[in-house]
C-alpha cells in the first residue's frame, strides 16, 4: 500500500494538460447595437466605482459594478441629456437611492 503523501492529487492526463497563453476569458454579451467600445466604456465605470469606494475606505461596490451596464444603457440610449447643457431644464433626471421616502 502506497504512503498517501507521495500519491499525486491530480489524475495522470491532467499534469500534462499544461495550459498555454492567457486563458480564455468569457465573452457576455452586449445588448443589441453595443460595441466593443460600449464594452470598455461600461468596465471603466465599473473600476471607478471600485476605486471610489478603495479611496474612501468605506462602502461597497458591488452594486454600482453590477448596475453599470444599466446606467450606461439608460444614458446612451433613453434618457435625454446634453453634458455640455448641465442647466437644461427638459433634461431627464435619474436618482438611485435606497432611501424611502418619508
Known amino acids: 500500500m502506497a504512503d498517501k503523501s507521495t500519491e499525486s492529487e491530480a489524475p495522470a492526463e491532467a499534469a500534462t494538460d499544461s495550459p498555454t497563453g492567457a486563458p480564455e476569458q468569457p465573452n457576455p454579451t452586449l445588448p443589441e ?26 462602502g ?18 433613453h ?5 455640455s447643457e448641465p442647466n437644461w431644464v427638459a433634461r431627464d433626471r435619474f436618482v438611485l437611492s435606497p432611501a424611502t421616502p418619508r
Open 33 to 58: 447595437g453595443f460595441t466593443e467600445l460600449d464594452r470598455r466604456a461600461i468596465d471603466t465605470a465599473r473600476v471607478l466605482a471600485m476605486d471610489a469606494v478603495q479611496k474612501t475606505g468605506n
Open 60 to 77: 461597497h461596490p458591488g452594486t454600482a459594478m453590477s448596475l453599470a451596464p444599466l446606467a450606461y444603457l439608460l444614458f446612451q440610449k
Open 79 to 83: 434618457l435625454k441629456h446634453d453634458p
